[in-house]
């Protein structure tokens, strides 16, 4: 039985895009759609999470996930603490789920969990109150379903809701990253036709979930054709020495300019979670280019955010 759905089949945490029904991950993407005006802060505040308070509990740096999150529920009516642990007793040595027995002794319904262990979010899920939601913000190299989500939603405004005629590039270091396997995830449960994924050898996972994909190490062989380049950044963070020789080699190899982008499909868009390396993994003629997507992803975390909080806690 999995964690995140209920016997029932509603969702109960947001863990993993692994499993989840493409029936429930369609309804998230149709929501967020649909409240996408609100999300860009263009219509009034809406309450439906008036009186809930959730915590941002984040044991790794964020940017965008966390603001985004925060602006969500606030856009929800919801109030938000955000808990750092740079700042608090984790410091101390306090465990993630003492933490969290602490903050939920205060009145807190909903944790958007980060942290750099592999399973973190699932464990607080498995050991939380009854009426406590989980949602995971990204643990290790394991999964960050909002980000799958948010990915999904900008392929589909950008190319239409039928992924099957689409060909979709991974670049970069898929080894590291979660965002990988939850876009993967949504894109196989989506039905996209092609999968390619691509980077050095020593970057591409040791596992299996690359099963079904197209997988090379030669970018600009990789790229000829492809209707969305989904660019990676290097978890410099989460490698072990020696992994790519140098930034200038990897940039070479694997770096994506104006001039390789023109081998891709003519109307291809680029993608990347972000934060971007600029001239690492793209140069700043892409990231900033009119095939860029990048900040419609960032904008389009808002809305899935509000439609994930919704649908747990709403
Ligand atoms: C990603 C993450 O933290 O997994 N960032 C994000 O949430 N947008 C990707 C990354 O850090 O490379």
């Known amino acids: 039985m999995s964690l995140q759905l209920t016997s029932d089949g509603r969702l109960r945490h947001l863990l993993t895009l692994d499993g989840l029904p493409r029936e429930t991950m369609t309804r998230l993407l149709d929501r967020a759609g649909q409240i996408r005006d609100a999300a860009l802060g263009r219509t009034h505040k809406r309450d439906s999470l008036f ?6 509990l984040f044991f790794e740096p964020s940017t965008r996930t966390r603001s985004s999150f925060q602006i969500a529920a606030q856009r929800l009516g919801a109030d938000v603490l955000n808990f750092d642990a740079s700042t608090s007793s984790a410091r101390k040595g306090e465990t993630a789920l003492d933490t969290l027995k602490n903050l939920e002794a205060m009145g807190v319904r909903g944790f958007i969990v980060r942290h750099p262990d592999n399973g973190a979010a699932d464990a607080l899920a ?5 009426d406590t939601t989980i949602i995971n913000a990204g643990d290790g190299r394991s999964a960050h379903p909002t980000q799958g989500l948010l990915d999904a939603l900008t392929i589909r405004q950008a190319k239409g809701p039928d992924f099957s005629r689409l060909k979709i590039l991974i670049t970069g270091d898929v080894r590291h990253s979660r965002v990988a396997r939850s876009d993967l995830h949504a894109l196989r449960a989506l039905g996209a036709g092609e999968i390619r994924v691509c980077g050095p050898q020593s970057l591409l996972p040791d596992d299996d979930m690359l099963k079904g994909c197209i997988v090379g190490d030669d970018f600009d062989e990789m790229l000829k054709g492809a209707d969305v380049l989904m660019m990676l950044r290097l978890q410099r963070e989460r490698m072990e020495e020696g992994l790519i020789s140098s930034l200038d080699d990897y940039h070479r190899d694997y770096g994506l300019t104006a001039a390789r982008l023109k081998h891709a499909a003519p109307d291809a868009v680029v993608m990347h979670p972000g934060p971007i390396n600029r001239g690492v993994e793209m140069t700043d003629e892409v990231a900033d280019g009119p095939q860029s997507l990048v900040l419609r992803q960032v904008s389009n975390g808002v809305a ?5 909080l919704e649908a747990l806690l709403g």
Do not use: Q, S, W
């Open 304 to 308: 899935i955010r509000m439609a994930v």
């Open 51 to 56: 009186g809930t308070t959730l915590c941002t």
């Open 126 to 130: 498995a050991h939380c109150g009854e």
